[in-house]
Structure formats: C-alpha cells, structure tokens
C-alpha cells in the first residue's frame, strides 16, 4: 500500500492516508490502498475498533484527485462513483466501528469518508465542505444522502448547492461531528472512545452497530424487529453468558472472547 498507513495497536487499528503533499486527495490508488487496509483488518479478528485519519497537520482528506477525474466521460465517471462508494459503503458496515480522526481540511470526498465512519472527531482546524457543485458536478461517493441523514435535508442542501466550509464548531453545532478537540489532542480523543469501544463485548457492538445502521432504513416497527433479531442472537455468545455472570456475582468482566 503506497499511499496508506496500518498500525494495529492492541485491538485498534489506525489506517492513515498517506498522501500529505497532495492533502491526502483520493485518487484511485488511494481508494485501492484502503480497501487494502480494510482487508487486512478484516482478516485480524482481535481488531475491536478502526480509527481513519490524515497525515500531516493541514488535511484529513482534501477531496477527490481533480486532475483524475477531469477527463472522464460518463461511463467513466459512473465506474469511479461506484468504486467510491463501495469502499465508503464497506466503511459504513464494517464489522467493528470506524472513528474518523478528522485533522484540517475534510472536503468533498473527504467529509464523504468522514460521513461513513461511525463517529467523527475533529480538530478545532477542521473545515468540511462539499464544494462539488462549484465543480459542475454533484457529490459522488455518498455526500447528498449521508449528510442529509446526518444535519437534515435543509442544512444539507444548503451546503452542496453554496459549496460553504463548515467550521469545526459549526460542525459540532449542526451534529456532523461528535466532538472537537484542540490538534495535539485529536489523536489521543479518538484512541480514548476507541479503547473504550474495546472494552465492551465485540460481538455486541457489531450487533448493536448492524441494528442501527439496518434500523435507519426502515420504519419504527421494522426497526424494533432488527433489534429483536441482533438482541436475542447475543444469548448465544459466551461472551453474553460470562458477563451476565459475572454482573450476578458482582465481578468485572477483563476481556471479552469475542465469542
């Protein structure tokens, strides 16, 4: 992977995109080098939670690679939006939840990536943006349905027809990001929640993240369903047996088998 970094730390895998001269612009490759990463987090079952972030201090993701995409037709142009959003959609349903660490700028394709993970921390230098429409083209990888869901139709039209950045506290206001950190502390927030995750039953959190992201598709009483469903499937867990156990006989729960 030329283009992005894979640091397991315990249960915690840290994917970086490695592209700092170019603001870490998604290009093909980069693409190609995360759903890599992913693959090899996929196979490392002991991985409870993904962290997603930016090398350098100026740029989470400054969007897509414009001098890639310019020449494309529209088949071509189809083809890449898919590959796009396949990974980003692999994001959104990875079996463990995603962080993304987001440090300066996250525009276009870069808020996109950052709307897939589960949680979004930003540092206080922040900006999200989808500047697409300043570009003559819509947002490709999931920015009109995912920030829609995320701040409401409003807001969200708002932002991809004026291309308006968004500051980090802006961000925090309008409930695109969790919370908002000073820089030097980004990465040590977004290990914090993660070895938090960690801690909890891992078969439980995949649950519990499978029924909300199933649950958002449906209805209330579509949802309630999944629930039922991803709830009673944990009472065949040894993880479920050992905790509960252990909560009758006032005992801590160390670590969890991930069974």
Avoid at 21 to 28: E, F, I, M, P
Avoid at 117 to 130: P, V
């Amino acid at each position: 992977m030329d283009t992005v970094l894979l640091e397991l730390k315990e249960h915690i895998a840290v994917i970086t995109i490695n592209r700092p001269k170019a603001l870490n612009a998604l290009s093909t490759q980069v693409l190609t080098d995360l759903n890599c990463a992913l693959n090899e987090v996929e196979k490392t079952e002991s991985v409870y939670a993904v962290i997603i972030t930016g090398a350098g201090e100026k740029s989470f993701v400054a969007g897509a690679d414009i001098s890639e995409m310019k020449d494309k037709n529209v088949e071509e142009a189809a083809v890449y939006g898919r590959f796009g959003n396949d990974v980003f959609t692999r994001i959104e349903n990875f079996r463990c939840p995603v962080i993304a660490a987001v440090n300066g700028f996250a525009l276009g394709g870069g808020c996109e990536l950052s709307m897939a993970c589960d949680i979004r921390i930003a540092s206080s230098n922040a900006r999200f943006a989808q500047p697409e429409t300043g570009l003559g083209i819509t947002p490709g990888f999931g920015g009109t349905q995912r920030l829609a869901r995320l701040v409401g139709a409003g807001i969200a039209k708002e932002l991809i027809y004026t291309c308006r950045q968004v500051k980090a506290e802006e961000a925090l206001a309008i409930r695109l990001v969790n919370k908002v950190v000073e820089p030097d502390e980004l990465m040590d927030e977004a290990m914090k929640i993660a070895q938090s995750i960690s801690k909890n039953a891992p078969i439980a959190v995949k649950r519990s993240k499978k029924a909300i992201n199933e649950g958002l598709q449906t209805d209330m009483a579509g949802g309630v369903s999944i629930e039922i469903n991803e709830f009673s499937a944990c009472f065949d867990t040894e993880d479920q047996k050992m905790a509960m156990n252990a909560f009758i006989n006032k005992e801590k729960v160390e670590n969890f088998l991930n069974k």
